[in-house]
């Protein structure tokens, strides 16, 4: 019998679609549709000439080419840093288990290293500006972010820690009789529709128009609300806490809260930088003082 103050678990089903031996897990759907979400509204950015000034933006074929790449690059950077993050030891005594994707263990802070260096190289191959891009990115990327936290709670992995007198903790059927907190849902709030919201008044305030700003406030905001998440999610079982324990006022460090520290430093280091105007580049400062103005027809 679960305890008086836990609400049940919902039994939804993980598989989303079954045609036949095909099937396809809400967790995959997250992916597709935070792609094709993300790829769809960076579509509708950079059509919008309000948003960027003389900054030089990419064009929608480069949108539509630049998805594969960030696509390859967060599951090969996510597994990748899952590897060497969360579960080293075991790998190595069992290298075939890299390739079980299957099996489950992605990281965020793995499929985020991807993702920007899939940016890069393409920004050098299309002679484009890397921080346009990552800037793009940023406003996109919590999409994905809310749609995979959700998909973890229909798997019902990656639960909270145990909250014995939270009056909406949760008894998940792998994690044991005790009550715990939905942390994915906070995940979803906070790295999903709240940095969204963020992302979307930092456009609305011209954040494109100073390369790298975007980009900058996202990572810093990411990682401020993954490490106020961590204080309610159960650590993985192979690490544990790094330092103290699970309590509030004596920390309970994870690994998620020690990957945030320098996304939060290099955030912050890139929004002042935006700010200062050093990263703009050299060639729309000239362009706009070289620009002639306009003139109203008569």
């Known amino acids: 019998m679960p305890p008086l103050l836990a609400l049940p678990f919902p039994a939804i089903d993980p598989v989303a679609v079954a045609i036949g031996p095909i099937t396809i897990k809400w967790y995959a759907l997250a992916y597709i549709v935070g792609l094709l979400g993300g790829w769809y509204y960076a579509r509708r950015l950079v059509a919008a000439d309000r948003y960027w000034g003389v900054v030089r933006r990419p064009s929608l074929n480069d949108i539509d080419d630049l998805i594969v790449w960030v696509a390859l690059g967060v599951v090969l950077g996510g597994r990748i840093g899952y590897v060497l993050f969360y579960n080293l030891p075991l790998y190595l005594a069992d290298p075939i288990e890299i390739l079980a994707i299957r099996n489950g263990g992605m990281s965020f802070h793995g499929g985020f ?104 406030i996202f990572v810093l905001g990411y990682a401020l609300a993954r490490t106020f998440c961590e204080f309610f999610r159960e650590p993985d079982r192979q690490l544990g806490y790094l330092f103290g324990t699970e309590t509030w006022s004596t920390g309970g460090i994870t690994m998620g809260m020690v990957l945030c520290v320098p996304m939060a430093l290099v955030g912050l280091t890139v929004i002042v930088l935006a700010l200062r105007g050093t990263t703009r580049p050299r060639m729309a400062a000239e362009d706009v003082a070289v620009r002639p103005a306009k003139v109203d027809a008569a």
């Open 113 to 216: 290293l991807g993702a920007v260096l899939a940016m890069v190289l393409f920004a050098r191959s299309r002679k484009l500006q890397a921080l346009t891009l990552l800037d793009l990115a940023a406003v996109v990327v919590p999409i994905g972010l809310f749609f995979g936290r959700i998909a973890n709670f229909v798997n019902g992995e990656l639960w909270g820690r145990i909250a014995p007198d939270f009056p909406y903790a949760i008894v998940f059927p792998t994690g044991g009789p005790l009550p715990r907190h939905p942390s994915q849902l906070y995940e979803a709030a906070t790295e999903g529709a709240l940095l969204f919201v963020v992302m979307l008044v930092a456009v609305r305030a011209n954040g494109f128009r100073r390369p790298g700003l975007m980009g900058g």
